[in-house]
């Protein structure tokens, strides 16, 4: 119940024996905790105020890039539940354009401004659910005071660039900074909407949750594509002329540019959680056990980008900025906060992107991750087909396989490849999962048709290479 505090409002001395649930984030994990808060409580028993700093609730960040090419044709497609919906269906008073700036433990209040209007608000909450998600990262030199330069973290980013790239004048050339996920996926946005389009990458390789051997395929790719891509280059600033941005200044020359996409990364939205006294892990997020809850914090639960979890091949604490892992970790806390019981297990680092025709995959650990986690590894890279050989159409695939040169178990795998390349990661992901060899993994019944697979489909082919390697070498 909460508690009888000097300056409380009639409306919230109204009926003490009503709980309250206050969730900081309308997104992925805070509105699937309060869903299944509410599935489990009614109104009676538990109100749900949520409060978004934004426009929307429960959207597709990752189908921005699909609705910047067009692709997807309506914004609102991205949007899986609207405010009204969470207000009829579910009885959650979702509040958009509310900004929390504060959180009081002591009082059990949360403090914050009214975007719209600038007003002021408390709000009361037994239990606090913390699902800020996760912030661009943004370097001094992307301050610039000048139209033409955007983020892609939420919808209304999106919305803007949508904006102006559609106003006039209608900008020419792009500049990416950035060639991870977000960054790749946004170049092929741009290109297929006839803009000239340069990738600017500080590291070595695009694409660094993959090896560079499976990265040098990425580059040769996307560079294929039309897309330059400019790696080892570091920007240091930007240039405008007349309020917009014309220039991209790096250590290797100058870059002109109507347009400029900043793919940088993003960091765990914890600045809230931190002044507050939440605990934070090595990875930067919050953390949390396995039911969500924030440790040493009874009635606190976070979820999504901002939290750390558990790499479950290598054992060490990781954050991972997924949707899917968003989802699933709102739903066991909102189970929890509703008087269930759920645990989430922890992640492999299953993921997916595609830049054209290429799909690039990967679970588990890199090699550098394997050495960092101690252990002892072969890797094997195979070269093969989407499906048989003499059926129209077939395309080349890369299969890459990590797994521990002692016992033969999985501990990573890689693909680059075209259509049906990169779906392909699920078998590895479920045979990572649930901690198979590669000799385990030879004779899996996959499916097999011609139109499909050859018949040695490339994971099979990968896992009996790997488990070669490993007979080989045990015999030596």
């Known amino acids: 119940m909460l508690p009888d505090r000097p300056g409380a409002t009639p409306d919230e001395c109204q009926d003490v024996s009503v709980e309250r649930l206050v969730v900081i984030g309308a997104d992925a994990a805070g509105m699937s905790a309060a869903s299944q808060a509410r599935r489990r409580r009614d109104r009676a028993d538990l109100e749900i105020v949520a409060f978004e700093r934004g426009n929307f609730t429960s959207y597709s960040a990752c189908g921005i890039p699909y609705w910047i090419s067009g692709a997807v044709g309506d914004r609102d497609d991205l949007v899986a539940r609207d405010p009204q919906t969470f207000r009829?269906?579910?009885?959650?008073?979702?509040?958009?354009?509310?900004?929390?700036?504060?959180?009081?433990?002591?009082?059990?209040?949360?403090?914050?401004?009214?975007?719209?209007?600038?007003?002021?608000?408390?709000?009361?909450?037994?239990s606090l659910m913390y699902a800020a998600g996760a912030h661009p990262a943004t370097p001094q030199w992307a301050r610039i005071r000048a139209g033409g330069v955007f983020g892609i973290q939420t919808l209304d980013d999106g919305a803007a660039l949508r904006g102006w790239l559609e106003g006039e004048p209608r900008p020419r050339r792009a500049v990416v900074v950035g060639g991870g996920y977000v960054g790749l996926e946004m170049a092929e946005a741009l290109k297929q909407r006839g803009l000239k389009v340069t990738v600017v990458e500080r590291g070595d390789q695009p694409l660094s949750t993959v090896d560079p051997d499976m990265a040098a395929l990425v580059s040769e790719s996307i560079r294929g594509l039309g897309i330059e891509l400019r790696t080892g280059v570091e920007v240091t600033g930007l240039r405008a002329s007349g309020g917009r941005v014309c220039q991209v200044s790096t250590d290797d020359g100058a870059?002109?540019?109507?347009?400029?996409?900043?793919?940088?990364?993003?960091?765990?939205?914890?600045?809230?959680?931190?002044?507050?006294?939440?605990?934070?892990?090595?990875?930067?997020?919050?953390?949390?056990?396995?039911?969500?809850?924030?440790?040493?914090?009874?009635?606190?639960?976070?979820?999504?980008?901002?939290?750390?979890?558990?790499?479950?091949?290598?054992?060490?604490?990781?954050?991972?900025?997924?949707?899917?892992?968003?989802?699933?970790?709102?739903?066991?806390?909102?189970?929890?906060?509703?008087?269930?019981?759920?645990?989430?297990p922890g992640v492999i680092g299953t993921a997916v992107t595609k830049v054209c025709e290429l799909e690039v995959a990967r679970t588990g650990l890199r090699e550098r991750d394997a050495v960092e986690a101690g252990f002892e590894f072969i890797t094997e890279r195979i070269e093969s087909t989407n499906r048989a050989g003499y059926y129209p159409d077939a395309q080349p695939m890369t299969v890459k396989l990590i797994a521990d040169r002692f016992d033969g178990r999985l501990l990573g795998a890689q693909i680059v490849g075209r259509a049906e390349a990169a779906k392909r990661i699920d078998a590895l992901a479920v045979a990572l999962w649930n901690g198979m060899t590669v000799d385990d993994m030879v004779y899996l019944d996959l499916g097999y048709a011609p139109p499909f697979a050859p018949v040695w489909d490339p994971v099979l082919i990968a896992a009996r290479k790997a488990a070669e390697t490993i007979h080989r070498r045990a015999r030596g």
């Open 88 to 126: 009829d269906s579910y009885d959650i008073d979702v509040r958009l354009r509310h900004e929390v700036t504060g959180i009081d433990l002591d009082r059990r209040e949360v403090h914050g401004r009214n975007l719209a209007d600038g007003s002021e608000f408390r709000e009361p909450f037994d």
């Open 255 to 344: 870059i002109d540019a109507d347009v400029v996409v900043l793919g940088l990364g993003v960091r765990p939205n914890v600045a809230l959680a931190a002044e507050a006294g939440l605990p934070l892990g090595p990875s930067g997020g919050i953390r949390v056990d396995r039911r969500m809850q924030v440790r040493g914090v009874p009635g606190v639960w976070a979820a999504g980008d901002c939290v750390e979890t558990l790499h479950r091949v290598s054992g060490m604490p990781v954050n991972v900025p997924l949707g899917t892992h968003a989802n699933k970790q709102g739903r066991v806390a909102g189970i929890n906060i509703g008087g269930g019981y759920a645990g989430f």
